[in-house]
């Protein structure tokens, strides 16, 4: 595995990952494939990892950067070992998702963008979960629950405390 330098100790470029980027780095619209695949793999992209990536591409940092910020996907903030998301596409958001989103922040005592002092939760609005039928949506990792009011937050928050 390739450390990148200045990268946080657990801010390994893996095998795999320098594999992707070698395959995809010279086609023409990769740096969105390369983007996600570097999230996937970390769960966020920080600056230094930032300036691998465009050492690894051969693409200016300000490019690399002006696509991270400027999709709402991309974070630059390493994000709660628990992401919750909460659907604000328009089923969601009709059926009162913003304060399922307000709710949840409230209770875990974060800001927007902030992730709880254990470093266990973070909050995130999306703009859809793909579950319009089970509106409004929030998701904790791959756990998908619908058809939720502010009072089920409590107990959903409860199941991912020790976990």
């Known amino acids: 595995m390739k450390q990148c330098e200045k990268c946080e100790p657990d801010y390994t470029f893996t095998p795999e990952l320098l594999a992707f980027i070698d395959e995809?780095?010279?086609?023409?619209?990769?740096?969105?494939?390369i983007l996600h695949k570097t999230q996937e793999t970390f769960g966020y992209i920080s600056r230094p990892a930032a300036e691998q990536l465009s050492k690894l591409t051969g693409i200016s940092?300000?490019?690399?950067?002006?696509?991270?910020?400027?999709?709402?996907?991309f974070k630059t903030k390493k994000p709660g070992k628990?992401?919750?998301s909460v659907c604000l596409g328009t089923a969601c958001y009709l059926k009162g998702a913003q304060d399922l989103i307000?709710?949840?922040?409230?209770?875990?005592g974060i800001?927007?963008?902030?992730?709880?002092?254990?470093?266990?939760?973070?909050?995130?609005p999306v703009r859809c979960i793909g579950c319009?039928?089970?509106?409004?949506?929030?998701?904790?990792g791959n756990d998908t629950f619908g058809k939720i009011s502010?009072?089920?937050?409590?107990?959903i928050i409860a199941k991912y405390k020790n976990v």
């Open 24 to 33: 995809w780095k010279d086609k023409p619209g990769s740096l969105i494939m």
């Open 61 to 73: 940092l300000a490019r690399v950067y002006g696509v991270i910020t400027f999709y709402h996907f």
């Open 82 to 84: 628990h992401r919750i």
């Open 102 to 108: 307000d709710e949840t922040r409230k209770l875990l």
């Open 111 to 124: 800001e927007p963008d902030g992730v709880t002092e254990d470093g266990q939760f973070s909050v995130d």
């Open 132 to 140: 319009c039928g089970l509106a409004p949506v929030l998701t904790v």
């Open 150 to 155: 502010k009072n089920d937050i409590p107990g």
